[in-house]
């Protein structure tokens, strides 16, 4: 049993390829009465979101208020973003314009009032004197701790496990939760989605010019110079044409792959206690012991019955989509999903269309 003193609890970084069960997660980690659950933080910053230039509190607030153009050009195209929960269409203060990144999912997250959440954590941030940009975050997230009456923060943003090598640089303290499911399942459910069709793209684009896509130096919130390609990118390749792109579905196989494979490269490197992994369908086979798992790695002395109760029903089991997939199709995403699969220990067999079910 774990005897620390709940304010010395380290934080805690939930990573992921996306598209992996991460979200159910963080709505789990929400009703914890202890816990700070803070959702999506990193995913509407744009590129260079994770990198640490010393920036003043009010460039700082400056980037969490101001959308990129690559988000704004989203917001207002009629392509949907499913985990993007502020209610742009309803007369609120904010519009698909001008909404924050903040607000688009991490506050309103926390409060249906995220507006006045934000009117009052905006200016405690921007009389900041300079720091790294990363520990304005960690001021953020503090801040939210306290104001909530919480004892942690854990952050889950979806596709930052390219980025934990970074996010342990910045964060040295932090203690990483990987949660993955089968690839196959992963990359289908990454077809139809802007964000990840958007990353496939640039990763193929990288891979073709002899970049390593997977690299913190080149991925999107860790880069120092993606932004450069992505102004770009956005400047001639709107949204509408992004998810009219003829982008094989073995494309998203191989991108799973190639993040899970750096991705465990580096957690690897961690002690042991530093990192639990949570697999997606354990999770929704067993949600109970998944989640007693998880309260135990992240803070014994957190353990509340009543909330593991709660949590506990609110999986649902689902069918895996892959095996209606026709022969073929399966073949191809298997090989492309192979090197992850194999490392995360799944089986990586062809199902019969006919025994779909």
Avoid at 67 to 83: K, Q, T, Y
Avoid at 160 to 171: D, I
Avoid at 255 to 280: C, H, Y
Avoid at 303 to 310: A, H, I, N, T, V
Wanted: one cysteine or more; charged letters at 25%; glycine letters at 8%.
């Amino acid at each position: 049993m774990d005897e620390r003193d709940e304010a010395t609890l380290a934080p805690v970084f939930v990573v992921s390829t996306g598209r992996c069960g991460s979200t159910l997660l963080s709505a789990m980690m929400r009703k914890h009465p202890q816990l700070l659950s803070i959702s999506e933080f990193f995913s509407y910053l744009g590129p260079g979101a994770v990198r640490a230039p010393r920036v003043s509190g009010e460039a700082a607030f400056r980037r969490l208020n101001t959308p990129a153009p690559g988000l704004r050009a989203f917001l207002e195209s009629d392509v949907s973003i499913s985990e993007l929960i502020y209610p742009l269409d309803a007369g609120r203060r904010f519009s698909r314009q001008d909404v924050p990144p903040i607000m688009c999912t991490t506050l309103p997250h926390l409060t249906d009032d995220c507006e006045k959440l934000w009117d009052e954590l905006g200016p405690e941030l921007r009389s900041r004197e300079r720091h790294r940009l990363t520990d304005h975050y960690r001021f953020v997230f503090e801040w939210l701790t306290r104001h909530f009456g919480r004892k942690l923060w854990v952050e889950r943003s979806g596709g930052t496990l390219p980025m934990s090598p970074v996010l342990a640089c910045y964060f040295p303290d932090a203690r990483f939760v990987h949660i993955f499911r089968d690839g196959r399942d992963t990359a289908l459910s990454m077809y139809n989605h802007p964000g990840f069709r958007a990353m496939a793209m640039t990763a193929s684009a990288f891979d073709r010019v002899g970049l390593d896509p997977f690299s913190p130096k080149n991925w999107r919130g860790s880069s120092p110079w993606v932004h450069i390609v992505a102004a770009i990118h956005g400047r001639f390749i709107p949204p509408k044409r992004i998810m009219a792109a003829n982008v094989d579905l073995a494309t998203f196989g191989w991108l799973w792959s190639g993040m899970i494979k750096r991705g465990i490269e580096f957690l690897n490197t961690l002690p042991a206690d530093q990192v639990l992994s949570i697999r997606f369908e354990s999770l929704l086979e067993s949600p109970q012991e998944e989640m007693t798992r998880f309260i135990e790695f992240v803070g014994p002395q957190l353990y509340d019955s009543r909330w593991l109760g709660e949590v506990s029903a609110l999986p649902r089991s689902t069918k895996p989509r892959w095996p209606r997939l026709g022969s073929v199709n399966q073949r191809r995403l298997a090989e492309a999903c192979a090197p992850g699969q194999q490392i995360l220990g799944y089986n990586n067999e062809v199902v019969p269309h006919s025994q779909a079910g």
